[in-house]
T-cell receptor, first 108, second 113 residues
Framework: KNEVEQSPQNLTAQEGEFITINCSYSVGISALHWLQQHPGGGIVSLFMLSSGKKKHGRLIATINIQEKHSSLHITASHPRDSAVYICAVRQGAQKLVFGQGTRLTINP | KAGVTQTPRYLIKTRGQQVTLSCSPISGHRSVSWYQQTPGQGLQFLFEYFSETQRNKGNFPGRFSGRQFSNSRSEMNVSTLELGDSALYLC????????????FGSGTQLSVL
């Protein structure tokens, strides 16, 4: 079993829909990152969480430390949100461990 | 402020050769980490440097090595290349602590023939 599991692996939705991507992990962590990767490879860090909730524009990230679970929400989705979203966790000062990614496609 | 710069952007090598990739972090950032991304394995951590010292190392063979210079620029080297080393190699920088927000470079796409 992977230390970091994301669901779903693939998600296709219509423009305007509310999107949720989930990340579960099996170890205690010091931080969780949500990353976005567009075709061509470039990765952008969306959020870094250690507790609670963060919001940036139409993106919201939450984390429940007790349940070892985080969610990334996108409100009013747009085709430009189409990308691979990757969850990564760090345990203390240890290495970053990545989920397998969720490929999101938003159709106009 | 310039972002994280990786060079070269693309590289083609043959089996048995060695390769050196370069990463220049954002000015003022002292932590640089390296990652390998393949379609089969996804993103995997290679190593992390802070103030010229390796702080963490992933589960890769000794053929993979790296270093960081006093100006925080980092290089990674892969010796005796294998076909399976074909991947996108990404570096990321952060200011100080490893759990701070990461800023990624565009990556170096390495093809081993």
């Amino acid at each position: 079993k992977n230390e970091v599991e994301q669901s779903p692996q693939n998600l296709t939705a219509q423009e305007g829909e509310f999107i949720t991507i989930n990340c579960s992990y099996s170890v205690g962590i010091s931080a969780l990152h949500w990353l976005q990767q567009h075709p061509g490879g470039g990765i952008v860090s969306l959020f870094m969480l250690s507790s609670g909730k963060k919001k940036h524009g139409r993106l919201i990230a939450t984390i429940n430390i007790q349940e070892k679970h985080s969610s990334l929400h996108i409100t009013a989705s747009h085709p430009r949100d189409s990308a691979v979203y990757i969850c990564a966790v760090r345990q203390g000062a240890q290495k970053l461990v990545f989920g397998q990614g969720t490929r999101l496609t938003i159709n106009p | 402020k310039a972002g994280v710069t990786q060079t070269p952007r693309y590289l083609i090598k043959t089996r048995g050769q060695q390769v050196t990739l370069s990463c220049s972090p954002i000015s003022g950032h002292r932590s640089v980490s390296w990652y390998q991304q393949t379609p089969g394995q996804g993103l995997q951590f290679l190593f992390e440097y802070f103030s010229e010292t390796q702080r963490n190392k992933g589960n890769f063979p000794g053929r993979f090595s790296g270093r960081q210079f006093s100006n925080s620029r980092s290089e990674m080297n892969v010796s005796t290349l294998e076909l399976g080393d074909s991947a996108l190699y990404l570096c990321a920088s952060s200011f100080d602590r490893p759990d701070e927000k990461l800023f990624f470079g565009s990556g170096t796409q390495l093809s081993v023939l």
